[in-house]
Each structure stands twice: as C-alpha cells, then as structure tokens.
C-alpha cells in the first residue's frame, strides 16, 4: 500500500496511483465499490483479446440509495491499458483523457461487468465537495462542459437546491458541448451527456414553475432524446396547465 500526501485533486490522486501500476491493464475500483463476481471470468478473456488501441472500457456502475427508489445506474469508465498518455483530469468528478488528442479514448461498453456502489450509504453531507467543485470552477482549464453539467446537478440537491444557478449552468453545459463536440479546443476539454443534460434542464424548468419554458424546449428537442423521462417531465408540466387530453398522449411514450 502506497501513502501520498492528499492534496484535495482526486485526479491527482488516480494518476499518482497510475505510475505505481506495473501490470498491462489498469481496473479502477474504489472502496466503496465491489466487483460483481460474475464479471471476473470475462474480463479475463476479454482482456486476452481486447481490441488494437488506446481504448477505455466503461462499465456497469449500480448505485445503491437510501431506499429502492433511490437506485441508480449509469456507467463508470474503469478498465483502460497502462499507457502513459492516458491520465485523469480534474480535481473532483476527475474524467480520463488522452494527453495527446483532443478526441479523447475510443470507448467500448462492457455490458457483462458490473460494480456495486454503496457510497450513498449512508447519505452523505455534500458541503465539502461543493466546495471543491467551486474551486474547479476559478481554474479555467477545469471549466468545461461536463464540469458544469455536474455542478449544476449538485445545486439541484435538496442540501442546497440552488435552481435559477443550476439552470444557468446546465445551459451553458448543453449550448457549449453542442459548440465544440466536433472540433474540442483541448485534450482536457470533456463534453457533457446531452440528453441527460435536457432531462436535468426541464426538471429545473418544473421546480421554477417555467412549465411554458419546457414546452418550448420539448418542442425543440424531443426528437434527440430517447429517455422516456424526457416525456414524463413534458407530461407533468401538460397536468399542471391542466391539458389532461394531451398528458395521456404523451405518458403512451413512457411504456
């Protein structure tokens, strides 16, 4: 076991845990987290044949709450080769990236390995992340689409439910990831998850009672996003101008 001094950089942190690495691969396992067992016999025999590059393999990630209705999932980016041009950036929500490309790894899904997360139990107090992440945002090279994307979720948490800031920075999450998606300005310019970027922007138009705000953008963008949550905040603000005909039009894409 290695002991650095902690310096409140998570990604300073990871990638000072890179250079210790000596195997050909890298798994990256918090201790909060636990491999689902199942997932060992084929990493073993998808890593003897992984395909040619510098890839990463993100996996399942299951959230585990305070209570079922609290679950989630999404996926973390875990499993990548021991190369020195793959490095983690950011002092919190620290993301991978190539140090010399500004299109980043090739990203392959693992859908067959899974990890539990049990780091929301218990609930825990958000204060001194939020802080963290203001720091980030006086250093411009950590001011980016995705950073604003996870700002803007945690002014949204009921510790600290800041809805017209998280608004401004969920925007300006969406507006400057549509910008430069094709052309990234640098290697650690990281672009944010638009369709779960609009999911958090519509939820943020409900809380403001900006509901005329949501049609408009439904309208907009519907089209691009797939998740039926999508709908059903649509619905929801539909009920509350009291358009119930077109609430059970729009609730038939939730099932």
């Known amino acids: ?49 992984p395909p040619i590059g510098l890839n990463s393999f993100p996996i399942i990630q299951y959230n585990y709450g305070l209570s079922p ?23 919190i929500h620290e993301q991978l990236y190539r140090t010399d490309s500004c299109f980043g ?9 899974s990890v539990w997360h049990t780091g929301y139990i218990p609930k825990k107090d958000k204060t001194d992340r939020v802080v963290l992440m203001e720091e980030s945002l006086k250093r411009s090279h950590y001011a980016t689409p995705y950073f604003y994307y996870v700002y803007g979720k945690y002014l949204l948490s009921p510790e600290i439910h800041s809805y017209e800031k998280a608004l401004a920075f ?27 970027v609009e999911l958090l922007i519509c939820h943020t138009l409900l809380l403001l009672k900006r509901e005329q705000t949501l ?12 998740y039926v949550e999508f709908y ?24």
């Open 1 to 49: 076991i290695k002991q650095i001094r902690w310096t409140h950089d998570f990604g300073a942190a990871r990638n000072r845990s890179l250079e210790e690495a000596t195997g050909q691969w890298i798994l990256v396992i918090d201790a909060d987290e636990q491999l689902n067992s199942k997932s060992i016999l084929y990493l073993q025999h998808f890593l003897s044949y």
């Open 215 to 226: 049609f408009e953008r439904f309208v907009k963008y519907h089209h691009a996003n797939s």
């Open 170 to 196: 969920l925007e300006q999450s969406y507006e400057q990831t549509l910008q430069y998606r094709t052309n990234p300005p640098s290697p650690t310019w990281f672009p944010a998850p638009l369709e779960l």
């Open 69 to 91: 209705a609290q679950d989630t999932q999404n996926y973390k980016n875990a499993i990548f080769p021991n190369d020195a041009r793959i490095r983690y950036h950011g002092l």
């Open 105 to 113: 790894l090739q990203t392959v899904l693992l859908r067959k390995v």
């Open 232 to 255: 059903f905040l649509y619905a929801k603000a539909l009920f509350e101008h009291q358009r119930f005909a077109e609430v059970i039009e729009v609730l038939q894409h939730c099932f």
